[in-house]
């Protein structure tokens, strides 16, 4: 299939799927659940590789830690607080409406960004990005080394846990690169998320241990896939 076939059907399916989370999770994830399916009915996406795909660069025990424990629990966390609120919504008891509210920003943040975040890489990923991501990161940023630099960077000095994240300003039309701490805290508002590059420990501590840094620089030379970044651009411009 090439990339045009593939971005047609992805938005078909987008404009079928509809929802918010639908269109957060964006080009190349076919979201598990849609609002349709009602509160509570989000799963774990499957990996678009094998645990063991992305080696020497991201460790087999790491991924599937990773997908298999973590962002799982963020899918069951997300699920409970959604559940949470429609029975807070059929009781119409809302003592617990902070709770619900944080728990479903950060639950459902990390669903998200994780279900960006294995679609983000393949084996052999890295180089350079080209095409229409590669003119807009070049008219946003001046180079791509630039934009690399910036992002490189910004994710590696995020304070605590959280991912380096490069996303789509529709309003304008932008690129913007941001730190997300945790998963929910600094965006902007309005933005959706085309790179999402994890930078929690549990994410490269196994491998890379204290050096967050290496584990960036590995993401970015040999894991990206530009492709999907650039598909999530050209989904998140249709949407506009
Ligand atoms: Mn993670």
């Not at 669903?111 to 590669?134: E, R, V």
């Not at 910004?154 to 996303?167: F, H, K, M, N, Q």
């Not at 805290?185 to 490269?204: K, R």
Request: charged fraction near 20%; proline fraction near 3%; glycine fraction near 10%.
């Amino acid at each position: 299939m090439d990339s045009t076939t593939d971005g047609f059907a992805r938005r078909d399916f987008l404009k079928v799927a509809g929802g918010g989370l639908a269109a957060a999770l964006g080009a190349s994830l076919t979201p598990a659940a849609s609002a349709a399916d009602g509160p509570g009915g989000h799963e774990l996406p499957k990996l678009p590789y094998d645990y063991a795909a992305l080696e020497p660069y991201y460790d087999e025990a790491t991924v599937r830690l990773h997908h298999d424990v973590h962002h799982a629990g963020y899918v069951t966390g997300l699920n409970a607080a959604e559940k949470k609120l429609a029975a807070a919504l059929e009781a119409k008891d809302f003592s617990d409406a902070k709770s619900i509210c944080k728990a479903l920003a950060f639950h459902g943040s990390g669903h998200i960004l994780h279900s960006i975040l294995w679609t983000n890489m393949k084996p052999g990923g890295g180089g350079d990005p080209d095409g229409d991501l590669a003119y807009a990161i070049n008219k946003q940023f001046g180079t791509i080394a630039g934009f690399r630099d910036l992002l490189a960077a910004a994710a590696t000095a995020v304070e605590g846990s959280g991912w380096g994240i490069l996303a789509h300003r529709a309003m304008d039309n932008a690129l913007v690169v941001l730190q997300a701490e945790k998963h929910e805290n600094l965006t902007q508002w309005g933005v959706t998320p085309l790179l999402a590059l994890d930078v929690w420990e549990h994410a490269y501590y196994l491998k890379y241990q204290n050096k967050r840094k290496d584990w960036v620089q590995a993401f970015l030379e040999h894991l990206v896939n530009w492709d999907d970044v650039a598909g999530r651009l050209r989904a998140s411009r249709g949407r506009a």
